[in-house]
């Protein structure tokens, strides 16, 4: 039981540069999100997804796409990297929330960002 | 948007002391859960508080709900080393989807030996 994985771990790119990150879970959640770490404004929601075949956008979705063709993994892609996408991503999942209640999020352990 | 302060921002202390952070809103939240997040790694959720006053504790951790659910502080006791990281409140609302959900700011708590 690997939890939530993400690749790559680490990854530069140059301005304009596309990349795709993966994120896999073995935990059979629907919920799936994809967040990115700035300092000192803590975790802010991309997109994120509430079932196989479907995707929303969240707090701050302009620059990246995101699919989820299976319910394991969830792929946020950047078409056209730019220096201001340097961050950490991360990657969680979770059941579905019931409403007025929380879930618990599992984390993956991160991937690391640079744009130049 | 729903905003949640934390503080302090960072806190360096030496081992065998005490402190306490602090989430802060102006809004109402249901449920406040608190996470800590060790370099390298993603968050890993600590304790979720759902009433208004509620105290919860896990071993030398102390997580307080305000009585008007809009705020919470976690007090640590004789801070270990091992409880070096930065710690993350995440407010949940009454009602609306996931998407607004707010995290805190962070505080970033380094335990000297």
């Known amino acids: 039981n690997a939890g939530v994985t993400q690749t790559p771990k680490f990854r530069v790119l140059k301005t304009g540069q596309s990349m795709t990150l993966l994120c896999a879970q073995d935990?059979?959640?629907?919920?799936m999100y994809w967040y990115r770490q700035d300092p000192g404004m803590g975790l802010r929601l991309i997109h994120y997804?509430?079932?196989?075949?479907?995707?929303a956008k969240g707090e701050v979705p302009d620059g990246y796409n995101v699919s989820r063709l299976k319910k394991q993994n969830f792929l946020l892609g950047l078409e056209s990297a730019a220096p201001s996408q340097t961050s950490v991503y991360f990657c969680a999942s979770s059941y579905p929330r019931l409403a007025g209640g929380s879930d618990t999020q599992y984390f993956g352990p991160g991937t690391r960002l640079t744009v130049l | 948007t729903q905003l949640l302060e934390q503080s302090p921002q960072f806190l360096s202390i030496q081992e065998g002391e005490n402190l306490t952070v602090y989430c802060n809103s102006s809004?109402?939240?249901?449920?406040l859960q608190w996470y800590r997040q060790e370099p390298g790694e993603g968050p890993v959720l600590l304790v979720t508080v759902v009433t208004g006053g509620e105290v919860k504790k896990l071993k030398r951790l102390t997580f307080q709900f305000g009585d008007a659910r809009k705020d919470s502080s976690l007090h640590i006791t004789a801070a270990q080393p091992g409880d070096t990281g930065l710690y993350l409140c995440a407010g949940h609302p009454y009602s609306g989807g996931y998407q607004k959900v707010t995290f805190g700011t962070g505080t970033k708590l380094q335990v000297i030996p």
């Open positions: 997804s509430v079932g196989e075949g479907t995707t």
């Open positions: 935990m059979n959640h629907e919920y």
């Open positions: 809004s109402v939240f249901s449920s």
